[in-house]
């Protein structure tokens, strides 16, 4: 039975591929085959692309993608413009648009904040208000007190919370995950879901297409659906030219009757409790949420089952009231969309660099940004504080930790730190500054985590949690090695290959 589906799969992937391929071919055909007409084909298809060109240059997208956008038109002017079209301009790209916002403003309300929390924020943390306004009164998201948010870290940690938790589940487990893989993480996990769902506990899950492409059967959301388990799959991959198809859903969101919730880069397969060896070691984190924080989750999750299903939901019937105290600090989680032109995760990452004083501690598995990042992490260490970025020794895609190395000389010689984790792989998003504020999540600072995918974090605030980032980092960086300018020396063909990397940096 395995090796069917296995067979299916790569059938199945194969096929995507050569339907893409002929998309290509049949352009470049439609545009050369016609030899009488090819002056005019010739003229209005170079019309078309400085046309493109120049709406490419005055829209207010990232200069990254407008340059990628606008090397690839002009070294193609006869089909580039137009290929910029066909994957721009796609009618079921503006549907789901269109059904995300209708949802959004139905959840909306059950975001309002609470006037007296806000105001205990803004009292006890002044010097951080640019970043919790604009998480708040810029995006929407609600700030909560005293919520009891636990940092985990290991994902071995992790999967010991999230069974344990699972198990006392009484009245709905909601999940949606960018990985999901049989293994005994997995399969841990869908016994006691199979045993809820039986007992009428309201089981739904949603993971991601590309995600799981070569991971699960083609039929697999069948047979979750048999078990009793509600299952959406986001973004079904389809063999077309479209910018919705690069939009894929990298949250890793679990809530359990609205009291708890988890969230990190942890995903829920072997290699991110360390039961599989892909990458060596592998290093994740999380976080976990108890109490009235809870319910953002709840209404992130809810948002994307309604826009995915059409299903109208009751989200009231789902939140929590809020518990009894458990922390001293504030919560944020926020969620980001790629559709909305809003660069949440970016703005929340830069507001806390920007606000760092003494320390910026940094876990990320790739290190693919722009310049106004890299100018803003020069800037903090030139200001003195002291910067420090926790990159994977051991990669799990060579053309990324390429790209990630092209970064290191010019921020080392910036003043900031830079460390490789020997035993392996860092899949960690965190970022931590003074041991007052931080941001646990899905977020790597690539431009897909901060553009393109669907993502999700929490804003931390005065937390115990905090504390236990920093000593959880500052073990780490006893198995790291440490980046000097004399490593980042490359033959020619390596900085050659390195700058054609940073131009096609968007995609990654």
């Known amino acids: ?51 493109t060109v120049l709406h490419i240059i005055s829209t207010g997208a990232r200069s990254g993608t407008k340059l990628l956008w606008s090397v690839i038109i002009l070294t193609f002017p006869l089909f580039g413009g137009l290929l910029y079209l066909m994957v721009e301009l796609q009618g079921f790209t503006m549907s789901f648009k269109r059904r995300l916002s209708a949802t959004e403003q139905v959840m909306e309300p059950h975001f309002v904040q609470d006037v007296k929390t806000y105001k205990q924020l803004s009292a006890k943390w002044p010097v951080y208000a640019n970043q919790y306004s604009y998480l708040t009164k810029t995006c929407g998201f609600r700030a909560y007190e005293n919520g009891g948010t636990e940092y ?11 069974l344990a938790e699972l198990e006392q589940a009484e009245k709905f487990i909601f999940l949606e995950y960018f990985i999901i893989q049989e293994g005994r993480f997995w399969n841990s996990i869908l016994d006691v879901l ?97 109490g009235h924080a809870v319910n953002s989750f709840t209404l992130m999750f809810l948002t994307m089952w309604q826009t995915l299903t059409g299903e109208e939901v009751k989200p009231e019937v789902f939140l929590s009231l809020p518990a009894p105290d458990m922390d001293e600090g504030f919560v944020i989680p926020f969620c980001d969309s790629p559709v909305d032109g809003e660069y949440v995760n970016e703005r929340a990452y830069m507001n806390l660099i920007h606000g760092a004083r003494e320390y910026l501690y940094i876990e990320t598995p790739y290190l693919i940004i722009d310049d106004a990042m890299v100018a803003a992490l020069i800037l903090a260490a030139k200001n003195g504080v002291d910067v420090r970025i926790m990159t994977p020794g ?64 929490t804003w931390l605030c005065g937390c115990r949690a905090i504390r236990h980032i920093r000593k959880d980092f ?34 990654m």
């Open 1 to 51: 039975m395995q090796k069917k589906w296995i067979r299916l799969l790569f059938r199945r992937r194969v096929a995507v591929v050569l339907s893409l391929l002929l998309q290509v071919i049949l352009m470049i055909f439609m545009v050369y085959s016609s030899s009488r007409t090819y002056h005019w084909i010739h003229q209005g298809l170079t019309l078309i692309s400085t046309v």
């Open 152 to 162: 985990l870290s290991p994902g071995e940690r992790c999967f010991e919370k999230m």
């Open 194 to 290: 199979k045993r809820k769902a039986a007992c009428g506990v309201d089981v739904r899950l949603i993971y991601d297409d590309m995600g799981c492409f070569m991971l699960l059967p083609l039929d697999y959301q069948k047979q979750l659906e048999a078990f009793g388990i509600r299952c959406v799959v986001f973004n079904k991959f389809r063999p077309v030219l479209s910018t919705l198809q690069n939009h894929r859903d990298h949250r890793k969101i679990m809530v359990i009757d609205g009291r708890v919730a988890f969230t990190g880069g942890i995903n829920l397969a072997d290699e991110y409790i360390n039961e599989i060896e892909r990458f060596k070691h592998w290093k994740d984190a999380a976080v976990m949420h108890r």
């Open 394 to 457: 051991v990669p799990d895609k060579w053309y990324a930790h390429m790209t990630t190395r092209s970064y290191y000389r010019e921020l080392l010689e910036g003043g900031v730190a830079i460390y490789e984790y020997t035993p392996g792989f860092i899949h960690s998003k965190v970022m931590a500054a003074d041991d007052a504020v931080a941001v646990v999540g899905t977020v790597n600072m690539d431009c897909r985590s901060l553009f393109l995918h669907f993502e999700c974090a």
């Open 474 to 507: 500052t073990e780490t960086l006893k198995k790291c090695k440490k980046i000097e300018v004399s490593d980042c020396k490359l033959g020619l063909f390596k900085r050659i290959l390195q700058m054609v990397l940073r131009l096609l940096a968007p995609l």
